[in-house]
């Protein structure tokens, strides 16, 4: 019986919050995105699917949507000294899953802080917190791939990375950035041409700053055009160890090369 009340309070305040928000502008026009994307995927929804769709974009979209997994990171810095060489890897999944990270950036030392499936906006809400303290000589990005998934435009998510780049040629004026461009996966091939188009964006903006440096993994997980699915697990975004064998082969040694000076 609790849990019968418990779902049917879940449930109540789910809707509330879809009749509460779907009277803002900004409600109506997610509408109007995900029906465009539906539209375009030859795909049908019903009214309620978008609502729901919508509520749940909305939702995540907020900038304190990850503060809990950020916290822990907090908490696990106050008994932790990092190198003042450090290398910080940061942005979503992609990262965060990252298990052999360590071993497979040796002997750089590195710090893993991917957090969920953060947005740009995400990572830029936290950079006081996980990103600047720790005084980067490099940070390592991958970002952007659910900010397209979200229906952000390419144009609007690289508006909030020039948010991200600003901040740092702003506080940490030494520090390289380093961005992995938006990898093709199976889930989300309905998305080549954003992802693509996001990618050209940041590839344009390294050949104009030097402390930007573009990766692009994109061809490298190519076979005839596609996605190699064996790069994948089963839901077919997220990599498995043949994965990132790939991007730790582009990756290491654009780092080895850029710090190789370093005493």
């Known amino acids: 019986m609790r849990k019968l009340k418990s779902l049917q309070s879940s449930l109540l305040t789910f809707l509330v919050l879809i009749f509460i928000t779907s009277c803002s502008k900004e409600f109506t026009e997610i509408e109007d995105r995900i029906r465009l994307q539906a539209e375009k995927n030859n795909a049908e929804l019903s009214y309620t699917e978008i609502k729901k769709t919508a509520a749940y974009l909305i939702e995540w979209g907020r900038p304190d949507f990850y503060e809990e997994q950020v916290n822990v990171f907090l908490e696990a810095d106050k008994s932790i000294e990092y190198s003042e060489d450090l ?109 693509q188009a996001f990618n050209q964006k940041i590839a344009q903006l390294s050949k104009e700053n030097k402390n930007l440096i573009f990766i692009d993994v994109w061809d490298s997980m190519l076979i005839d055009d596609k996605p190699v699915a064996a790069l994948f697990v089963e839901d077919g975004l997220h990599m498995n160890a043949e994965g990132y064998k790939i991007w730790t082969a582009l990756v290491k040694p654009i780092l080895d090369n850029t710090f190789s000076d370093d005493s």
């Open 87 to 195: 290398i910080l890897f940061t942005g979503s999944s992609s990262i965060r899953f990252w298990k052999t990270l360590t071993q497979d950036m040796q002997p750089l030392p590195v710090l893993n802080r991917g957090f969920g499936g953060a947005h740009l906006a995400h990572v830029n809400h936290h950079f006081d917190e996980i990103v600047y303290p720790y005084n980067p000589k490099g940070i390592v990005i991958f970002c952007g791939t659910n900010d397209i998934t979200a229906l952000k435009t390419p144009e609007e998510a690289f508006k909030d990375f020039l948010i991200f780049f600003k901040k740092v040629q702003q506080q940490l004026p030494q520090t390289k950035i380093f961005f992995i461009g938006i990898k093709p996966t199976v889930a989300r091939v309905y998305l080549k041409e954003e992802e």
